[in-house]
């Protein structure tokens, strides 16, 4: 499908920051925006990218009242060269319709979610910051646009993607981070859409994150909503535990997302020497081996942050420090080895790079 490119007249032209350092995470935006439209009958159409602007919605439309909404999230690096890569950027593209096929909405084509990225972010390239840390983040995401009230798919969508200079996710970077195991909310069981990365499922972790952080913590570690007992994932990533000689990590059951971290953590673990388990986790017998020493280290894995550091973990009554409550040295290992290879600073032995520019 040919994208057509809009004028982006100077008064819709932004200033741009001056100093990366104060980025923060999410909340600046670039001058234009891609968007396709999918219409029953016709299929993708009228693919373009336009100044960045707000949208006009029917109030009746359906992303309102029964959630059509999914989403993804992937970066783009500015090498010291000059040139531009993305990082497994298939990946999105496949998981997004993964969650397009849960939530009853049309399939995105490869070429247009990937060929749509990249047209993008090549006319954004000077929004692309360049500092340690730094990088575009990249937010692909459909919503259901036809007004009706009726419960149903609806025959009118909105995929777009729009463009955010980030620096680290976390306001205090790399750094750990104490995590509270959530034993009374649910976020998502098997056969629901906790695998499709769908606003819903964001939606009901937030109240749960609010009352673990009046309690000091800084995320929320999801048990099972069936038995409250086995180990998910954070809300904003996937957990993974280390022991002496392997790295252990819940399996993918239908009710956690299944991330692109985390399948370059595993694979990376591997070569590392070390044994790699996909299995449910008893947080019970997880405590013991904090209690025990045996369990070495915790750290999470998300497009946002990269690698995060766990550095006390609390359950129920009980606090325990992860480790010596620092960074551990395989959580250091893998956050320095995925973001040289995302910055080009070190070999891309996995063929996880796409260059774009």
């Not at 200033?15 to 923060?24: F, K, V």
Request: glycine fraction near 10%; aromatic fraction near 12%; charge should be neutral.
């Amino acid at each position: 499908m040919d994208i057509k490119v809009l004028p982006l007249p100077a008064d819709r032209k932004k200033t741009r920051y001056t100093d990366e350092s104060q980025l923060g995470f999410g909340k600046l935006f670039t001058d234009r925006m891609f968007i396709a439209e999918w219409k029953a009958g016709q299929g993708w159409v009228d693919a373009r990218i336009q100044p960045y602007g707000p949208f006009t919605l029917d109030p009746a439309a359906l992303v309102f009242h029964y959630s059509q909404e999914i989403f993804e999230g992937l970066k783009a690096y500015k090498w010291k060269d000059g040139s531009i890569a993305l990082f497994r950027p298939e990946m999105n593209a496949r998981r997004f319709n993964l969650s397009a096929e849960r939530i009853c909405m049309p399939e995105v084509p490869e070429e247009l979610f990937l060929g749509g990225i990249e047209e993008l972010v090549r006319l954004e390239k000077e929004w692309i910051p360049s500092a340690e840390g730094t990088s575009l983040y990249i937010r692909p995401t459909m919503i259901a646009v036809e007004p009706v009230l009726g419960v149903k798919p609806s025959d009118h969508y909105y995929f777009y993607v729009i463009l955010s200079p980030v620096g680290a996710y976390y306001a205090a970077g790399f750094n750990p981070v104490k995590i509270l195991v959530e034993d009374s909310y649910v976020r998502a069981v098997p056969g629901g859409t906790g695998e499709a990365k769908t606003g819903g499922n964001y939606a009901s972790s937030l109240k749960a994150g609010l009352e673990a952080k009046k309690k000091g913590y800084d995320q929320v570690l999801w048990l099972d909503g069936v038995n409250r007992r086995y180990i998910e994932e954070v809300g904003a990533m996937n957990m993974f535990f280390a022991y002496a000689d392997k790295v252990v990590t819940a399996p993918l059951t239908g009710s956690i997302l299944n991330g692109v971290t985390r399948d370059s953590v595993l694979k990376l673990s591997a070569g590392l020497g070390f044994q790699v388990e996909e299995r449910q986790i008893d947080i019970n017998d997880l405590m013991n081996d904090l209690r025990s020493g045996s369990l070495k280290e915790a750290f999470g894995s998300g497009t946002a942050a990269v690698i995060t550091p766990v550095g006390a973990l609390g359950y129920r009554s009980e606090c325990l420090t992860v480790g010596n409550g620092g960074v551990g040295s395989l959580t250091q290992k893998l956050y320095d080895t995925l973001t040289a290879i995302q910055y080009g600073t070190a070999a891309d032995q996995f063929g996880w790079i796409k260059k774009i520019g």
